[in-house]
């Protein structure tokens, strides 16, 4: 499970670091106490996909949960030159801030076979309680999502899908999800308690520009079951349609057109999304 | 927030490291994504309290949430070797075990002013749901415990206690809870998805010694509020009496000799016990 990809810098605090030796002290708050955030950046063409919506989310929760200010100038400039080095080279860029105020940036290459790739997914054998404190920050607090997608792989599928106490539809443990269902699209609400992926809204925009009805109301496990299409998003693989939950197929053939054109959509304007139809 | 004591020696892997210099390899699970597991431990007279309790969660957490068996008797050395250290100076000992296969072991002083010590409560303004994978494991994910102590703390209390969706009592950031009412102890049931801690157990099997009635069903706001007395339990503090619950006084005066009975029954057996009442 290691994370660092010693072919790009390692970036510490704003200066270059050996990535086969970098350690945080074990005294800070990010290893004690989960007291630490993230971010995952996609890299096209030299450059992070989304990097302001990624920083103002980030630098937005860590006044909350960490509180403490970051320093964006500098952040920005290690992503860049993170993103830069490797022009040629789709590509992830992550950036972990943490509680004792230290911050580091690391990335890596991609697979381009995985962006917009069709999935299976399964639901999660827990619910999830009402929103608590860290609901929506992107926190280091990442276990449970651990152990959901060791449950999703042991059943060989790619994502895990959480629920709530009230049986309504959340998260994965790696995107946000969408339904498609007699020409309306739902998503579930932020005020349930998720993270709210910059992919996500660059898919509501875009459905606001097609014309297409966005519903962030409760969306109950039958009501995903019996969907025209389901897909995910996330800022490393995009819009992926998802075949299967629980082993049993859903969607209709020949229905998946949305997609094509929910990113038809946003690759005109940023055709740097990964996995979205250009053309 | 630093929490490592220089005082006493950082244990590595097994090995002695520098206190100012011990690190984690930022690729660590355990900082990526809260792969890891702690335990706190009192120290008494040279010697950790209830050191094979502690082991015992340990172990069996880590065999389903980082899936490695940890070197017991290398473990428990390190935390006898630490806890040998400062033989007149009662402490605290600490465990951390990562996702990447690494332990460390540290520790620090306590003040025995904090044994035993009345404290007030808030009621958290979050609800947690229902059990999730996490639930019962002393993890790394510590942040909505961090976040329901500032709370606490920023109303000039000690403790913030959690409920869950359904309005019962689960526990505190950093205790378990007990409520004495009509000659009965109440105590919620590890089966709402909490910690049980091992003065808990301590606690209950003082009760069944003294013939004492200890219910774990639902624990309701009201029925705590109209306690006869209530009082936390934790590793490093022992019994703890609660004397206001959100400002509200709480238990009726002459009420609390179930805490001296109760932690006379403990400190027979186990005088080490912090807190207890030895006579």
């Known amino acids: 499970m290691r994370e660092l990809d010693p072919e790009r810098t390692v970036w510490r605090n704003g ?33 992070c996909v989304d990097l302001d919506a990624h920083l103002d989310r980030l ?19 290690a992503l860049q030159s993170s993103a830069a080095e490797k022009p040629d080279e789709p590509g992830w860029v992550k950036l972990i801030v ?65 629920f709530n106490h009230r049986g309504r539809l959340l998260e994965g443990c790696w995107s946000n999800v969408f339904v498609w269902r007699q020409g309306k699209l739902y998503t579930p609400s932020t005020r349930e308690g998720l993270l709210s992926g910059v992919v996500r809204a660059r898919v509501i925009d875009a459905a606001k520009e097609l014309g297409i009805a966005v519903h962030d109301g409760p969306l109950k496990i039958k009501r995903l079951l019996h969907a025209d299409h389901v897909f995910v998003t996330s800022s490393l693989r995009g819009l992926c349609p998802v075949t299967h939950i629980d082993g049993r197929a859903v969607g209709r053939a020949g229905k998946d057109e949305v997609v094509t054109r929910l990113s038809r959509s946003i690759g005109r304007r940023h055709p740097e999304v990964p996995g979205v139809t250009f053309s």
């Open 59 to 77: 630098i937005s929760d860590a006044f909350k949960f960490l509180e403490r200010p970051i320093e964006r100038a500098a952040v920005r400039a």
């Open 98 to 162: 943490t509680g004792g105020g230290e911050w580091f940036v690391f990335g890596g290459a991609v697979d381009p076979a995985e962006e917009g790739r069709p999935i299976r997914a399964v639901i999660l054998p827990w619910r999830r309680g009402p929103a608590g404190p860290l609901s929506g920050m992107k926190t280091l607090n990442y276990g449970a999502n651990v152990l959901g997608l060791r449950y999703a792989r042991e059943r060989s599928t790619e994502e895990g899908l959480w």
């Open 15 to 47: 200066e270059k670091a050996d990535s086969a030796t970098v350690q945080l002290d074990l005294a800070d708050p990010a290893i004690q106490h989960g007291l630490g955030l993230f971010e995952t950046l996609a890299v096209r063409d030299g450059r």
